[in-house]
């Protein structure tokens, strides 16, 4: 059985080693963003979107879509049943 102080001594190995890699990934991170970020982001450049447009685009849509039974509880329900219907039609 190990001692405490043994455990100890891992313990602080694994943070260290913890410690290294979380460096390394926020290093590789910013290397990529340095080089132009992501094949998603530089079509959104492209189109004239940039990445707080993204952002808010998304939470908008999330919230409207949370809105949605709340507001329009019909269309919700026939939304509901055209999903079902379709995943059921394609599991046979």
């Known amino acids: 059985m190990p001692t405490k ?13 913890m410690d290294d890699r979380a460096e390394a990934t926020q290093a ?34 999330s919230k409207e879509l949370g809105n949605l039974p709340q507001h329009k ?3 919700t329900a026939l939304g509901a049943f055209a999903l079902g219907f379709a995943a059921g039609r394609m599991s046979k």
């Open 5 to 17: 102080a043994e455990l100890e001594a891992e313990l602080a190995d694994l943070r260290a080693a």
């Open 28 to 61: 590789d991170e910013e290397e990529q963003a340095a080089e132009g970020g992501s094949a998603l982001g530089d079509l959104l450049a492209e189109h004239g979107f940039e990445g707080g447009d993204l952002d808010s685009l998304l939470a908008q849509f």
């Open 73 to 75: 509880p019909l269309l």
